[in-house]
């Protein structure tokens, strides 16, 4: 979708406005996303002195690791008591940070040259990239010589849909949920959807599922959807489409 936008082929489709994928909402409310956060996966490769394991040496690639660990895994802990202290936030609006892979050494008694800890970090819209890869650097600076960086996915910064009367889609998609009598929650989306790109190209795309009264199971053990919320959401969806293509005839 990324390289599908920019064709004159997508181009000829004319998209106004695009439908994309929500997620379930436990509550009466239905859940409305119209942002999401960037996707930055990174490799930080730090080299050291190589050695028997039963010296002291300076310099060894784990203490520049531990220092890099613990600068990431700090700023984690601090997301997460900022998350859990304000009742208003949700997943989407923190820097989320979690190590998923550790690499380096062969024997059990022999310093590696080199570890490599990579990370994934999901970027909510109110950081800004450049003050983000800056902190970073800076990190590795501190942690010693040598260390670098190589991104495996480095999104940039998308603004988000407006929900404002500056969006006509969005007045009528607020319209159509107010003769619906739907609540809607707006959030920004804490994974990654086609949105993001069809956004970076001017289009405003809303995150939507009609799933209220559902518990979050996504990719897991036993997900399920009741029948009735099943049948609802298809009459919903009926009408909001409808409305959506037809927006011209609302406007005039």
Sequence with gaps: MRKYV???HFKHLNVGVSLDEGMASPTEDYLLFYGERSIWHF??????QPGHGSLLLDNTAGEKVH???????????????????????????????NLTQLHGGVQSNVIPPEFVVVFDCRLPVTVSHEDWENTLNQWCKEAGSGISIEYEQKQPQVEVTKLDNSNVFWNVFKESADQLGLKLIKRIFPGGTDSRYLRDVGIPAF??????????????HDEFLNVDIFLKGIDIYCKLIADLANVEDKTG
């Design 207 to 220: 995150g939507f599922s009609p799933m209220n009264k559902t518990p979050v199971l996504l990719h897991d």
């Design 43 to 48: 490799h930080i490769h730090c080299p050291g």
């Design 67 to 97: 220092y890099i660990i613990n600068k990431l895994m700090t700023l984690r802990e601090q997301e997460k008591k900022k998350l859990e202290n304000n009742p208003s936030l949700s997943i989407g609006d923190v820097i989320t940070i």
């Design 6 to 8: 920019h064709t004159q």
